[in-house]
């Protein structure tokens, strides 16, 4: 579509057409057919958005029961994607590979993680405990000497973003969502509510609702409403390399130093976030990284990548929320009322797109959550200063 012409009005304006704005959108359309949904979005090449820079990871291993059941439900419907954001007879391939993962710990840190398992267990995921020689024969690379227990989740995986990203956006648009390709430069306010926004060709859009899924620049999207919201940008490097040696197949392996790798065709991808970093819209690659940083973890947990070759690397940005590191989720309830957040995943937000679009569709369309309860996630906490973390490693 076009940029709208002036006063070209909506029910819901949807800010950020990256996959936690177009999931948004699609469940909006899912709810009530009729709603007219807009999502403005200035580069359809999405070249700087996280989402096709992310590694595509999903896991249910988190420890907030929030987390573990966005995570349920988005895993099912990335699964099957297919069937669930077909177009006609056209049916996305998001390239979902059922890899599992692992969460690998320390001896004094295995009673936290049988809590955590004891946990997702307990909201029906299949997560196993499993002991250093347990994890020995099922991956004899592995280097267990250090470790206390591992925490496997077979139900777990990872997909291409890009195209998760884009059989949300192309059913939306086939449910009658428009796109707007533009941004969203300032808004005008009322006592309290958002009017409408102006846009950088000078365009307006109003709406009855407007939504703030502009993930790593959310924090800026949500100053033009007056809104103070934490979530800043964070650089994190991703990795492709290969092994020197021969070795198996790997789960998404995940430790306590954050790093995080997994398969990926005839190598590996992952990296080693480092949440230090100073927060900047910044793209730009240490080349030294790799083998400064990751190599020498990497190395030292599967012996075979002593001679690992790193072929590229590239930097994304994390949506980080400097209260908790969990995301923003909900109606700006002491404020502009009709301005909903969904941001701030700080590196989980492509797992969690599906769920957490389907949250704020509800909450627009039937003014409460009708299927995960995500008022924990939601704006007072920030408010209020109150953090609600997650006490598993991340
Ligand atoms: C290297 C890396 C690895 C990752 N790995 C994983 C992983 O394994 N699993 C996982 O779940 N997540 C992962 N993530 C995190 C994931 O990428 C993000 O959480 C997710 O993509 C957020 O989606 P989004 O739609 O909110 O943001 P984005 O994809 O960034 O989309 C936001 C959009 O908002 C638009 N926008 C910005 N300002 C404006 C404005 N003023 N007006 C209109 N539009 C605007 C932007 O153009 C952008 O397209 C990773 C991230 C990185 C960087």
Redesign the pocket.
Known sequence: MPSPTPDTTFDVAI???????CATAHFLKNLDAAMQVAV????PT?EF???P??????RVQFTSPENILLSKFSIDFIRNAGERLAVDDARPDVGWVGGGYLFILPPDQVPNLAANVKLQNSLGCQVDLLTPAELKARWPSMNVDDLGAGAHSPGDGWCD?HSLLWAFRRKAASQGVAFVKA??TAMDLGASTVRALVLDDGSVVRAEHFVN?????SGD?AALAGMKLPISPMK???HYFTAGSPMERIPYVKDLARLAFRSEGNGFSG?LVRGTVPRAYDFEVDHAYFEDVVWPAAAHRFPPLQAARCHRTWA????ECELDGNAVIGRWNNGLANFYVV?G?S???????PAAGRGIAELIVHGRYESIDLCRLGYERIEQGEPYRETGIV
């Open positions: 800010i950020g057409g990256g996959i936690v704005g403005i979005e200035p580069d999405y958005a996280s989402t820079r992310a590694s595509g990871g999903c973003p941004k969203v899924a502009a993930g790593a620049w999207v994190r490097y991703e990296g994304g940005l994390y949506e941001a995943f590196g989980h937000g492509m797992m969690h797109a």
